[in-house]
């Protein structure tokens, strides 16, 4: 296989395991990023001339250690940490001769960043850049802030954990529920990453929506009982055996209510059925079972042949009423038009607060549908604009685009 395709798979598929295997140990998430980092850099330098190794993860920590050396003498690592990178390579060496696998502590690692003495605005962004990769533009993007702030927001957070010492270990199970929704908000953040990635061309997003299936699965096996972690599971299984739908064999972007039910998987939907079922017994109503509802509701077209638009808008009141957020805003006034028309839909919609929706892309797309059915034609074509001017992905600015040529 090309090296360079081999570099780029390890660090979408084993990076967030990477890194809480060395953070684990040192306890310097920063000191780990720098090793891990120059570790990449030196397979770049070298797989291509030498080959790819048997085992790229192990080679990887190896590298890890003579990069935190390195990166000791130039004062860019924590000096403690040093000695701790050095065992944990001669662990990874012991492991690979064994022909194991080294122990996945990415959540382990979430966790820790979800510690009570961390900002609480900084837990979930520090999580999204640690174990998932993803770096402080898009994710203070995510959350409406500049990026030099969230870059020193994270780098204070990664400070607190080495300086305070943090044990990086699960907390006891009474511990755990504080926590967890800081866990559960960066694993459903880094699957919105994926999905929103609909034509999987940023490399720097490529599986990361599988990646979050996979945190939700190992959650859930640490929290079986949960039925918020069960919810979030149904959700993200929803929405991805969707994946398939939202492009034409084309390529071509196709909205939700226009897509093949034939072209969803059944498997997956059966599986986030059962979940949402068991988190229904545990009699503790949160977020992500409302929104795992939704999809439920939007999934049973491939069994009656239409939506409940109805029964969708009423448990869009519920979301709001427990979350806010702006995406519950702007999906609930999406739902309302389906079912009450497009003239209340647009009430709810223009009702949200202007500063939560300037940069929000969602919102103008809807906003210049409904301003187009209403007949309100110049606005709608502003609102087109608009939302195409705020979206990133090629297909789907190309469908807005088309609707736009629509209005007359």
């Known amino acids: 296989m090309d090296a360079h395709r081999t570099i780029e798979r390890a660090a979408r598929d084993s990076y967030g395991r990477l890194l809480a295997f060395l ?39 190896t590298a890890a250690r003579r990069r935190a050396i390195d990166a000791g003498r130039h004062a ?18 012991d492991l690979a001769s064994a022909d194991m696998m080294f122990p996945d502590e990415r959540l382990k690692l ?21 174990v998932l990769g993803l770096d402080a533009a898009r994710i203070a993007s995510a959350f409406l802030v500049q990026p030099a702030a969230m870059g020193q927001r994270l780098t204070r957070a990664k400070a607190k954990i080495r300086d305070a010492g943090m044990a990086f270990e699960l907390p006891q199970p009474k511990d755990l529920p504080p926590r967890l929704h800081a866990v559960l908000e960066a694993i459903y953040a880094a699957y919105g990453s994926g999905w929103d990635d609909v034509a999987g061309a940023d490399p720097r997003r490529k599986g990361l929506a599988l990646e979050a299936i996979d945190l939700g699965r190992l959650l859930l096996q640490l929290m079986p009982g949960e039925p918020e972690v069960q919810g979030l599971l149904a959700l ?9 739908g939202r492009r034409t064999p084309a390529g071509d972007y196709v909205p939700l209510s226009e897509q093949d039910a034939a072209r969803w998987s059944r498997a997956m939907i059966v599986e986030a059925e059962q979940l949402l079922m068991a ?8 977020r992500f079972q409302l ?12 069994v009656t042949g239409h939506t409940d638009w109805e029964a969708i808008a009423l448990l869009y009141e519920g979301l709001v009423r427990l979350a806010p957020t702006i995406g519950a805003l702007v999906g609930r006034a999406a739902a309302v038009a389906e079912a009450r028309g497009a003239a209340t839909g647009w009430e709810l919609l223009n009702a949200i607060p202007a500063d939560a929706t300037r940069s929000y892309q969602p919102y103008w797309a809807l906003a210049a549908h409904l301003l187009k059915r209403m007949q309100r034609l110049p606005e709608a074509e502003e609102a087109y604009n608009r939302a195409i001017g705020l979206c990133e992905d090629p297909g789907m600015r190309e469908f807005l685009m088309r609707r736009a040529g629509q209005v007359p």
């Open 23 to 61: 953070a684990a140990r040192s306890r310097d998430v920063a000191a780990a990023e720098d090793a891990l980092a120059d570790a990449f850099r030196a397979a770049l330098e070298t797989w291509p001339r030498t080959g790819v190794p048997e085992k790229p993860e192990a080679w990887l920590l």
């Open 236 to 244: 993200m299984l929803h929405c991805e055996a969707r994946r398939d």
């Open 291 to 302: 929104e795992a509802a939704i999809q439920s509701a939007h999934a049973q077209r491939a």
């Open 76 to 93: 860019r690592v924590h000096a403690e940490a040093v000695p701790t990178l050095l065992a944990v390579a001669d662990e990874a060496q």
């Open 279 to 286: 988190a229904e017994k545990g009699g503790r109503i949160g």
């Open 110 to 130: 979430m966790f820790v960043c979800a510690h009570p003495a961390i900002d609480a605005a900084a837990r979930t962004p520090l999580m999204l850049q640690t």
